[in-house]
């Protein structure tokens, strides 16, 4: 089964970048879905951004798009989150998700991903 860790997060004042990564254990990684989602505070976890299994497709948030890209590298077996213009509103638990077989139309649904990452803190200040 693939285990995920995250890191790359900190504090950063608002209008900087951050570049989060996730490196999976699973040697197929290439063969699945991966995907971002992040938690604030009293907050349901939302879906930030993703890749899908497939074609290689790339999928955001409405939050997010045009600011956040998601990227991978199957021969390290790392995902990317590069993170440019951040907003206060982008503090959160960041975390690195994957699922073998989800549908395109799940991807969004954190409940249709089988493997997590421990989460990285990104905190925006002013």
């Known amino acids: 089964q693939a285990q995920l860790v995250e890191s790359g997060g900190g504090l950063v004042q608002a209008g900087g970048s951050l570049r989060l990564s996730c490196v999976a254990s699973?040697?197929?990684?290439?063969?699945?879905?991966m995907g971002w989602f992040r938690q604030a505070p009293g907050k349901e976890r939302e879906f930030v951004a993703a890749i899908f299994r497939t074609y290689g497709r790339t999928y955001y948030g409405d939050s997010v798009k045009g600011r956040f890209t998601i990227s991978r590298d199957n021969a390290k077996t790392t995902i990317y989150l590069q993170m440019d213009n951040l907003k206060l509103e982008d503090t959160a638990l960041y975390y690195c998700a994957a699922d073998r077989g989800l549908i395109l139309s799940s991807i969004q649904r954190p409940d249709q991903y089988d493997y997590w990452g421990q989460g990285t803190q990104v905190t925006v200040s002013s």
């Open positions: 699973e040697r197929t990684f290439s063969t699945y879905t």
